[in-house]
């Protein structure tokens, strides 16, 4: 594949930048990747690594001169960067982001964009419960969706040329406005993690039932709670902090729905239960067929712990 | 391995049951296998891939001279078929089970069971989303626990020969009362089912974000909650109504926690947020320390997409 942009600045070294390195390299998208990390750990080990082809000690000689500035920050921290930056911001770049949720960060990076440089926000709908610089790989977008949230009046040259450096990391791009976006992510994202989240402390805290018993017994149905709540949480402290009214309104009908079938449970309806759990399950086909879960065993688990 | 039962009958032949033909022919732990299945159409299926040695028409003909015979049924169908095969058990033979709940199996099923015979309910902590005669596979029970719940006073070579052939089958082996076997299983099984079917429900259900985008979406935390909620309806609907006081209690625990996340939510607390993500990350590196999960990127989806 050619090359997209002459250079790259990835401002924040974790799981996503990690990997969109080895991403862009796979394809030979990038004339050159610059990297930054607000930690001096981070970036040593990212030159360790030789995960770019240069760190930077600052953020500014990073997005200088850059033809296209990723914030591959969490969402608390995108304000501030996108200020510091904004004035050494090259004319004709574009800076982009890959923040979990879409309306607040654009309301606090716009306005520090100067004239002529284009922002399309973005987010890559991947992850691991991994972070930091050495998380990294090169598949991890394969066949995973980049929803970008251009602004209406986005230059589409820009707009287009950022889709493209995603379908080249493996993507499907899709673009949508960053109401539904954020709506979108607060039910297959947000409160599942939310909900994850709750109940694997929930189970840390019992006093009847052992940690040692919870994490023997966890291949029960348990276990697939916990990687979702071993994320990092930085990252999503800032997503609830910042889709609180989306996550509101999904966690809303979740305790209503739930509510209903603690009720039947307490009153011994098994109809109720069974219709429900049968109507649940065609999901989970559609899911397979679309490609975004495989119908393996255990989750090719099997194979997997022999590793 | 040597034979640990000359003949083993199987009652009901869905996932776990196909699973333990494999399993023990895999290890050559039954002289001759035979099944029952209450439907025509799952015998008729389950003879023409030749699950067992033998598919019988009727569930005394299956137990009637069998050295180990297990319900692998529904946990609301065991009375039903204990009260049938009760008569025709043979003198010394060991009865057990696999269903998720115990005390209540316990209580429906002992009376049934003549003296002179060995009842010995068994919970295997496997499974995956499949059923029926073709889901089964021999690894099923690799590395999973299964737990015994053998009265005080039950014969302790029954036990341990029941044990041997868990073992035998890839399984390791714990012995816990009925009450703690239901509490625990709360924690670690039926609860976060009831969780994971509700938050699909949600998704499934919602106006303004279609089916199509919930699918297309879910690898972004989703996708973890729906294998769990595919899981077998007439199963986990029995699981609910005979696990009642348990679940109940852990889903007062859930509901609890989860308010005060949406108190902090909604009041900004980025703190309380923070604190407790961090500390339901650590109980994930356990999981996978202890053998129950694996540390491949993506749950090892990454290469099982391409089968």
Same mark, same amino acid.
């Given at each position: 594949?050619?090359?997209?942009?002459?250079?790259?600045?990835?401002? #924040?070294?974790?799981?996503?930048?990690? &990997? !969109?390195?080895? +991403?862009?390299?796979? +394809?030979?998208? *990038?004339?050159?990747?610059? #990297?930054?990390?607000?930690?001096?750990?981070?970036?040593?080990? @990212?030159?360790?690594?030789?995960?770019?082809?240069?760190?930077?000690?600052?953020?500014?000689?990073?997005?200088?001169?850059?033809?296209?500035?990723?914030?591959?920050?969490?969402? #608390? @921290? !995108?304000?501030?960067?996108?200020?510091?930056? #904004? =004035?050494?911001?090259?004319?004709?770049?574009?800076?982009?982001?890959?923040?979990?949720?879409?309306?607040?960060?654009?309301?606090?990076?716009?306005?520090?964009?100067?004239?002529?440089?284009?922002?399309? =926000?973005? %987010?890559?709908?991947?992850?691991?419960? %991994?972070?930091?610089?050495?998380? /990294?790989?090169?598949?991890?977008?394969?066949?995973?969706?980049?929803?970008?949230?251009?602004?209406?009046? *986005?230059?589409?040259? @820009?707009?287009?040329?950022?889709? /493209?450096?995603?379908?080249?990391?493996?993507?499907?791009?899709?673009?949508? $406005?960053?109401?539904?976006?954020?709506?979108?992510?607060?039910?297959?994202?947000?409160?599942?993690?939310?909900?994850?989240?709750?109940?694997?402390?929930?189970?840390? $805290?019992?006093?009847?039932?052992?940690?040692?018993?919870?994490?023997?017994?966890?291949?029960?149905?348990?276990?697939?709670?916990?990687?979702?709540? +071993? &994320?990092?949480?930085? !990252?999503?402290?800032?997503?609830?902090?910042?889709?609180?009214?989306?996550?509101?309104?999904?966690? /809303?009908?979740?305790?209503?729905?739930?509510?209903?079938?603690?009720?039947?449970?307490?009153?011994?309806?098994?109809?109720?239960?069974?219709?429900?759990?049968?109507?649940?399950?065609?999901?989970?086909?559609?899911?397979?067929?679309?490609?975004? $879960?495989?119908?393996?065993?255990?989750?090719?688990?099997?194979?997997?712990? $022999?590793?």
């Amino acid at each position: 594949m050619a090359v997209i942009y002459e250079r790259v600045a990835l401002i #924040g070294l974790g799981l996503i930048a990690s &990997s !969109m390195c080895h +991403a862009m390299r796979r +394809a030979g998208l *990038a004339g050159e990747i610059v #990297g930054y990390a607000k930690s001096a750990e981070t970036r040593e080990i @990212a030159r360790e690594i030789g995960l770019c082809d240069q760190v930077c000690d600052s953020v500014v000689a990073a997005a200088k001169d850059a033809d296209l500035v990723v914030l591959c920050v969490p969402v #608390g @921290a !995108m304000e501030a960067v996108a200020q510091e930056i #904004g =004035p050494v911001l090259k004319p004709g770049c574009t800076i982009s982001d890959v923040g979990s949720v879409k309306r607040t960060v654009i309301d606090v990076v716009s306005p520090h964009i100067p004239s002529g440089v284009h922002f399309v =926000p973005a %987010h890559p709908l991947a992850g691991t419960e %991994h972070s930091g610089p050495r998380s /990294g790989f090169a598949e991890l977008f394969d066949n995973r969706f980049c929803i970008l949230v251009p602004a209406q009046d *986005a230059d589409r040259d @820009a707009v287009e040329k950022l889709a /493209g450096l995603w379908r080249g990391m493996g993507a499907q791009v899709d673009e949508m $406005d960053a109401e539904h976006h954020d709506l979108v992510l607060a039910v297959t994202s947000h409160t599942p993690h939310l909900i994850a989240y709750t109940m694997v402390g929930v189970a840390d $805290d019992l006093r009847r039932v052992t940690d040692s018993e919870v994490i023997k017994y966890s291949a029960a149905g348990f276990r697939d709670f916990t990687r979702i709540a +071993a &994320s990092d949480p930085v !990252m999503w402290r800032d997503v609830f902090l910042n889709n609180k009214e989306a996550t509101l309104e999904i966690l /809303g009908r979740f305790t209503e729905e739930l509510f209903a079938l603690q009720r039947a449970i307490r009153q011994g309806d098994g109809d109720h239960l069974h219709d429900y759990f049968t109507r649940t399950r065609s999901i989970r086909r559609s899911i397979i067929e679309a490609g975004q $879960d495989t119908d393996a065993p255990d989750f090719g688990r099997a194979k997997a712990k $022999d590793v």
